[in-house]
């Protein structure tokens, strides 16, 4: 006759396939993240002597908008036409009357298109603006 014994075996668990599945996500999530980086918009941006220094890190109340030198308008790095500018910076501005608005200009670009720009956000009840210059110790065109 056969007994059994109350013992039970030891229990273990086998972690390898689940490091495997764990790193498989780590090397899942490098691959696929994107970080937030500017678009390759080139502007020359004009210089000035009492130029201040420019931090690309905006606040939750600015809004970025680059003019290039065809009158195109890059509005938090977006292509926006003539007719979906008021469109786009009521959009930008979460209908807040206070956002300050961050002009980069190519020093090339028209001034109609500049003048366009605030006169246009303007008529959005936007009128805080930021001119933003290049120092003209720099020799890239970058600040």
Known sequence: MKFRSNKKPPLSMDVTPLVDVVFLLLIFFMVTTTFSTEKGIKLDLPKAKTAEKFSADLKDK?????????????IDGVLVSNEQLP???LTASHNKKDMLIHVQADKNSSHGSIVHLMDTARRMNLTRFSLITSDQNNTNGED
Do not use: M, P, Q
């Not at 600015?62 to 890059?74: M, Q």
């Open 87 to 89: 469109a786009a910076l």
């Open 62 to 74: 600015d809004i970025s908008v680059k003019v290039d030198t065809n009158g195109l308008y890059y």
